[in-house]
C-alpha cells in the first residue's frame, strides 16, 4: 500500500476539502476498485474517484465503509457489473452520492448504502441492469 500513501499525499484539496483519485490506482489486477475508511485523510469531507479505468470491473466489500465523507463521486465505472457487500454502508455524514456512471450493474451485495441516514436523494436510473440484489 506503499502506493496508495503516495497518492493520498498528493491528493487535490480545494477550500471545500475534496479528495480527487485516480481510480486504476485503487483497483487490483482483477479489476476491483478497493478504497478504505482508514485511507481517507483527516478533514477530508468530498470525494471524487475520476480518471477511468475500463478493467474496473466489480467494488471491493466494505468499499468506503463507515467513512465521515458528506460526498462520494464515481467517474468512469461504466464496466462496474459487481458490487461488493455493505457499499458505502454506515456513511452517517454522507448527504449526496453520484451514482450514474454504474449503468452496467447486474449484481448489488447485501447492505448497500445502508445505515446512511444523512442521504436525502439517491438516483438509482443508472441501475437499469439489475438483475440480483
Not at 482483477?30 to 485511507?39: P, S
Not at 465521515?68 to 448527504?95: H, P, W
Request: proline letters at 3%; glycine letters at 6%.
Amino acid at each position: 500500500r506503499e502506493k496508495v500513501a503516495m497518492l493520498l499525499e498528493k491528493g487535490c484539496f480545494g477550500s471545500d476539502r475534496i479528495l480527487c483519485l485516480d481510480t486504476p490506482t485503487f483497483a487490483d489486477d482483477a479489476g476491483c476498485l478497493e478504497f478504505q475508511k482508514e485511507w481517507i485523510p483527516e478533514g477530508v469531507l468530498h470525494i471524487r474517484f475520476a480518471n477511468p479505468d475500463p478493467s474496473v470491473t466489480s467494488t471491493a466489500d466494505g468499499f468506503l465503509k463507515g467513512s465521515n465523507v458528506t460526498r462520494v463521486e464515481l467517474f468512469g465505472l461504466e464496466n462496474v457489473v459487481s458490487i461488493g457487500d455493505s457499499f458505502l454502508a454506515e456513511c452517517s455524514s454522507l448527504t449526496q452520492v453520484d451514482l450514474t456512471c454504474l449503468c452496467h450493474v447486474a449484481e448489488i451485495s447485501n447492505n448497500f448504502l445502508l445505515k446512511c441516514e444523512a442521504l436525502e436523494i439517491v438516483d438509482l436510473s443508472a441501475f437499469q441492469k439489475v438483475t440480483c440484489i
